[in-house]
């Protein structure tokens, strides 16, 4: 498939916990049960997506700056490290794919710390506080950006 039809969905730290994690912020699905949710319209809009979790920022860092070679756009939801990580930042606006920033929760509605996103300038927008949906949301951006 060309490159610009596949996306790389990147999941960020304690995102493997989804569903046993603050529930009652996050939501009950698993992280599989979202991965499956986020396959189904990949196969919906006819692209392909490869996903990944990580709970190492230089992982991350290495997927963000080898991503152009594979994959015309990202979607991240890079938790914690939104809020702190100045180097996957820097990889994202490196990578020069469009990227498209995702939040399970809203994270204005929250504590201050999490109400600055270190990454969204290096994103193309950002999409937060639909649960689950988000990374749907994101997908659809994400998608509409390549076309
Ligand atoms: C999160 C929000 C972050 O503040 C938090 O650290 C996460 C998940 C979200 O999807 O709502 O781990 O990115």
Same mark, same amino acid.
């Given at each position: 498939?060309?490159?610009?039809?596949?996306?790389?969905?990147?999941?960020?730290?304690?995102?493997?916990?989804?569903?046993?994690?603050?529930?009652?912020?996050?939501?009950?699905?698993?992280?599989?049960?979202?991965? !499956?949710?986020?396959? #189904?319209? =990949?196969?919906?809009?006819? @692209? %392909? +997506?490869? $996903?990944?979790?990580?709970?190492?920022?230089? *992982?991350?860092?290495?997927?963000?700056?080898?991503?152009?070679?594979?994959?015309?756009?990202?979607?991240?939801?890079?938790?914690?490290?939104?809020?702190?990580?100045?180097?996957? !930042?820097?990889?994202? #606006?490196? =990578?020069?794919?469009?990227? @498209? %920033? +995702?939040? $399970?929760?809203?994270?204005?509605?929250?504590? *201050?710390?999490?109400?600055?996103?270190?990454?969204?300038?290096?994103?193309?927008?950002?999409?937060?506080?639909?649960?689950?949906?988000?990374?749907?949301?994101?997908?659809?951006?994400?998608?509409?950006?390549?076309?």
């Amino acid at each position: 498939m060309a490159k610009n039809r596949k996306v790389l969905v990147l999941h960020g730290p304690n995102l493997n916990l989804l569903g046993k994690r603050e529930p009652e912020i996050y939501g009950r699905l698993t992280l599989e049960q979202i991965n !499956r949710k986020i396959e #189904a319209l =990949a196969k919906e809009l006819g @692209v %392909e +997506v490869e $996903i990944r979790q990580s709970n190492s920022e230089g *992982e991350l860092v290495q997927w963000v700056q080898e991503s152009p070679k594979r994959f015309g756009a990202l979607v991240i939801n890079a938790a914690a490290y939104t809020h702190t990580s100045v180097a996957l !930042r820097d990889a994202l #606006a490196a =990578a020069g794919i469009p990227a @498209v %920033e +995702v939040h $399970i929760s809203n994270i204005y509605k929250r504590e *201050e710390f999490r109400r600055r996103s270190l990454i969204a300038e290096a994103a193309a927008g950002q999409i937060t506080g639909f649960g689950f949906n988000s990374y749907l949301l994101g997908l659809r951006a994400a998608v509409d950006l390549v076309r």
